[in-house]
């Protein structure tokens, strides 16, 4: 089991940019493939974008693609998510989550962070 902990939520004018970061703490940081998922008031968590264990193989929903980056540092046992040219439909709370194999939904992770809220305003 892996404890992650998400950081660098906030309020945000639609055109900015902020970037979460994951802390992984416990088991093997760099034995696992990591995703960032998002959830929205009402609806499902739904997949943002995952990376594979040594950063070489990377996945996104397509209403991000071109905007939001995600990379890791295993040294530093985190893994981040750039979002720039954030829209007001990027409003959630964006979580974290770790498994084994590399996957891009999220029935394949074990591990979840609590979440960090995002709100982008007009």
């Known amino acids: 089991q892996v404890q992650l902990v998400e950081s660098g939520g906030g309020l945000v004018q639609a055109g900015g940019s902020l970037r979460l970061s994951c802390a992984a703490s416990g088991r093997t940081f760099s034995s696992y493939a990591m995703g960032w998922f998002r959830q929205t008031p009402g609806k499902e968590r739904a997949f943002v974008a995952a990376i594979n264990r040594g950063g070489t193989t990377k996945g996104y929903v397509d209403s991000v693609k071109g905007r939001f980056t995600i990379s890791r540092d295993n040294a530093k046992n985190t893994v981040y998510l750039q979002m720039n040219s954030l829209k007001p439909e990027d409003t959630a709370v964006y979580y974290c989550?770790?498994?084994?194999?590399?996957?891009?939904?999220?029935?394949?992770?074990?591990?979840w962070g609590q979440g960090t809220q995002v709100t982008v305003s007009l």
């Open positions: 989550a770790a498994s084994g194999v590399y996957y891009t939904d999220s029935s394949g992770y074990d591990d």
